[in-house]
Nanobody, 122 residues
């Protein structure tokens, strides 16, 4: 599966952005789509995930209540709505697919999109 992330940009603290990840190829109901983020010099970290079949969602504690992950089976895409953004949210954001079910670790995800940069100014 090829993934194409988009929607990053520059936003002021307190603002919102919506990231999109378009997938080409078949996604099965057992697959999980995730968003991760990474800053220079840091490891890539889990942000949110959604089960493709049920739509059940999972979040890192630091984004609960601010970010919402969703998927569209019709559009073969996953989204990340980010509200109340903080300067600490500045990072490259990556979408990825796990064929082995839910995981919060980078190594469990098989295919990755390119990063989309989110910059939050104070």
């Amino acid at each position: 599966v090829q993934l194409q992330a988009s929607g990053g940009g520059l936003v002021q603290a307190g603002g919102s952005l919506r990231l999109s990840c378009a997938a080409s190829g078949r996604i099965f109901s057992s697959h999980v789509m995730g968003w991760f983020r990474q800053t220079p010099g840091s490891e890539r970290e889990f942000v949110a995930a959604v089960r493709w079949g049920t739509g059940k969602t999972y979040y890192a504690d630091f984004v609960k209540g601010r970010f919402t992950i969703s998927r569209s089976t019709a559009e073969n895409a996953v989204y990340l709505q980010m509200n109340s953004l903080e300067p600490e949210d500045t990072a490259d954001y990556y979408c990825a697919i796990s064929r082995s079910g839910l995981s919060y670790t980078v190594t469990a995800y098989n295919d990755w999109g390119q990063g989309t940069l989110v910059t939050v100014s104070s």
